[in-house]
């Protein structure tokens, strides 16, 4: 599982059957204080994110079969949450703010 940030929408007019009717938005791995990390990768949206949301992401195909219910879908990459806040050493991010608030020494 990863933290990563919402670049955009994708569009897939030919796909497999499993994804049917479900969206698809292309996510970067990111560092708990917002810094790039990874590759980009396209993921199935099950929590209703949207561009610019912070989102957790399994990148696992059993988990993300376990989380679909299907045991043969043929799915990897899944958001199963977006994110209200992050804090850690260096300050909190907040969805209402997506700016990083640094915390006093």
Do not use: C, W
């Amino acid at each position: 599982m990863f933290l990563a940030e919402v670049l955009g929408t994708v569009v897939a007019p030919v796909q497999i059957k499993v994804l049917d009717g479900e969206k698809l938005l292309l996510v970067r791995p990111i560092t708990p204080d917002g810094k790039r990390t990874g590759k980009t990768r396209i993921a199935l949206d099950r929590a209703g994110a949207g561009v610019g949301d912070r989102v957790l992401v399994v990148d696992e195909g059993n988990s993300a079969r376990g989380v679909l219910g299907n045991p043969t879908a043929a799915v990897k990459t899944l958001i199963v949450g977006v994110v209200d806040y992050v804090e850690s050493e260096r300050g909190r991010y907040d969805h209402r703010s997506p700016r990083i608030k640094l915390v006093a020494p």
